[in-house]
């Protein structure tokens, strides 16, 4: 099985290698690394954008939008988890209380505070290690969705065109 898993990840990756595919290898890397899949996305579209700089702003809408919709899923996640867990507690109305209290004194500090903030939290969402965790929550939350994915984009395109940007100033001569 390991071997399988492994062939199949490098044919992917030859798949999607640049710049034969192009935007959708980015849309199709953005969206998957917005899950909470291990993955980073600002490689591959420095890496096009270096092959390729007049496609500097297609590049990072194409990113902005993959990774916004990969936050759209794990909210959807996070807002299913929700679902199944009210479910469970019907199902089980003399469920442990430690089970009730799973996120501990930090669960008690942040659920309100991410609550008053509202879907404006989601402007972090592209932070490294939380951002990802965050947009399940908001879903676990149920937070607005329009407002959430709203914000969602507003910064991931940030992050983006900001990422890209210093990578760019950074490394000129990188070809």
């Known amino acids: 099985m390991e071997a399988w898993?492994?062939?199949?990840?490098h044919w992917l990756l030859a798949?999607?290698?640049l710049p034969e595919v192009g935007l959708s290898a980015i849309f199709l890397v953005s969206l998957v690394s917005a899950t909470l899949l291990p993955m980073g996305s600002e490689p591959a579209v420095f890496g096009y954008v270096k092959l390729a700089p007049h496609m500097f702003?297609?590049?990072?809408?194409?990113?902005t939008l993959g990774n916004t919709i990969g936050g759209a899923i794990s909210?959807?996640?996070?807002a299913g988890a929700h679902k199944?867990?009210?479910?469970?507690?019907?199902?089980h109305p003399d469920g442990d209380d430690a089970?009730?209290?799973?996120?501990?004194?930090?669960?008690?500090?942040i659920q309100p505070w991410l609550q008053d903030r509202g879907p404006v939290m989601?402007?972090?969402?592209?932070?490294p290690v939380v951002g990802d965790p965050l947009c399940?929550?908001?879903?676990?939350?149920?937070?607005?969705?329009?407002?959430?994915?709203?914000?969602?984009?507003?910064g991931k395109f940030l992050r983006y065109l900001l990422m890209t940007g210093a990578l760019l100033w950074a490394f000129p001569g990188v070809a």
Request: proline share 3%; net charge positive.
């Open 99 to 109: 089970r009730a209290k799973a996120g501990g004194r930090w669960h008690d500090k």
């Open 84 to 91: 199944a867990y009210l479910r469970w507690k019907e199902k």
């Open 75 to 78: 909210y959807a996640m996070g």
């Open 15 to 17: 798949e999607l290698a």
């Open 57 to 63: 702003w297609p590049a990072i809408l194409v990113a």
């Open 5 to 9: 898993l492994e062939s199949s990840l």
């Open 122 to 127: 989601l402007l972090f969402s592209w932070l």
């Open 136 to 154: 399940a929550v908001a879903g676990w939350l149920r937070l607005s969705f329009w407002p959430s994915v709203v914000f969602m984009a507003i």
